[in-house]
Every structure is written in C-alpha cells, then in structure tokens.
C-alpha cells in the first residue's frame, strides 16, 4: 500500500491563481481531512470528508473549497490564492469506527503565494 | 471553544533526562487520545495512544498517561536521545460523531548532547 500520496509536493503561485492540491488513499479509509501548518500554529483542520459525496468545514475553511467523488480521492481547491494561504498543506485519512482511530498523513504539498 | 492546550510549546532537556508535555482536552466524552511526532521536514506519525477505559500506557521509553477528573493527558519519554528532538502534538477527536480531529499547536522538544 501506499497510504496517503499528495501531489504536488511543492508550488509556487501567483496572488489571484487557483489550483487543486491532489490527495490519494489506498487504504480504503472513510474519513479523509485537510490541515494546514504554519509556524508556531500545529495543524489546523480546513475541511473533513466522512465518506463519498460528504464533506464539512473545519476551523479555517475560508478560501479553499473541497469535494470527495469517490472513497479514494479527497482534493483541495484555492478558489484564488491569497499570500496567507502560504502553508504546508497535510491530507491525512483514517478509518471509520465507534472508537476513534488513529490519523495517516502524507507527506504535505509546501505551497507559496507571492 | 476549537483548540486543545498543549504545554510547553517548547523543551529543551538534556539527554538522558526524561520529557513531559501536557494536553487540556475539552469534551469529558473523549474517549481517543493520541500523540504524534513531526521530525523536520516529514509528515506527523503516530507514536503512542490510550482509550479511556486506562489510565496510563507505555511503549518502551515513551508512556502516555490519562487524568479524565482534570481533562488533561500527557506524553512522557524517558532516557531522552538526541533522536526524539522533534516536534510533538497531542489531538482531540470531537464529537459529534469524532468526525473532527483537532490537534494541539506543538512542543517542540530538543535533546542536548
């Protein structure tokens, strides 16, 4: 298995481009997030998936949208880059379960706005 | 309110001494607490976790231990090596449902040689 996989691994945007953080499961996991990590600031949940065709916000939602078409793939969407969307960006995915279970990530897509 | 406390947000010990660090959660329904270690430039993994029907667990140089009276959890590593310098994050699964998985904002730990 691969686990998690997130492309790109690194981008460079201009102020006002959009684009589309790639992120794969091949665990078969149900729930799937995004985090962001700024210095000093841990991981900050953008958006959640708890399975195909169901997503909700998580704390800093603003500016990035996501779907989930299938149980594999969850991408992210800057709708129109902004310089404090720079960040390293983590998907990570986990399964479902009464009892809470334990997150994998990837390795994070570095991405900068100037 | 979203975050989960973690302390300190930073520690430096020498090596050979032991670490700790500290969560607050806020839901006295959680019943899922882990701890993940970040090294420079790598994803967060999974080092060590307990459910709440325990109250301590240990895995080789690292335990986490559990005070569900004072909501709080904390990650102990003993015999510090220069190896476990990192960064650490304790996390929250929420209710309803443990859909959100809130993580504290990090202590980065350094091991003097």
């Known amino acids: 298995n691969a686990g998690v996989t997130q492309t790109p691994k690194f981008q460079v945007l201009k102020t006002g481009q959009s684009m589309t953080l790639q992120c794969a499961q091949d665990m078969n996991h149900e729930y799937m997030s995004w985090y962001r990590q700024d210095p000093g600031m841990g991981l900050r949940l953008i958006h959640y998936s708890v399975g195909a065709g169901i997503t909700d916000q998580g704390e800093v939602p603003n500016g990035y949208n996501v779907s989930r078409s299938t149980t594999e793939d969850f991408p992210l969407r800057l709708l129109s880059a902004a310089p404090s969307q720079t960040s390293v960006y983590f998907c990570a995915s986990r399964r479902q379960g009464q009892e809470s279970q334990p997150q994998h990530f990837g390795d994070g897509t570095r991405l900068s706005i100037l | 309110g979203e975050n989960v406390e973690q302390h300190p947000s930073t520690l430096s010990v020498q090596e050979g001494d032991s670490a700790v660090i500290k969560c607050t959660y806020s839901d006295s329904a959680s019943n899922y607490f882990p701890w993940y270690k970040q090294e420079l430039g790598k994803r967060p993994q999974l080092i060590i976790d307990i459910r709440s029907n325990v109250g301590e667990k240990k895995d080789q140089r690292i335990a986490v231990t559990l005070n569900k009276t004072a909501k709080h959890f904390s990650l102990h590593i003993t015999e510090t090596q220069p190896e476990d310098s990192a960064v650490y994050f304790c996390?929250?699964?929420?209710?309803?449902?443990?859909?959100?998985?809130?993580f504290g904002t990090g202590t980065r730990l350094k091991v003097l040689a």
């Open positions: 996390a929250e699964p929420r209710r309803p449902g443990t859909y959100k998985y809130i």
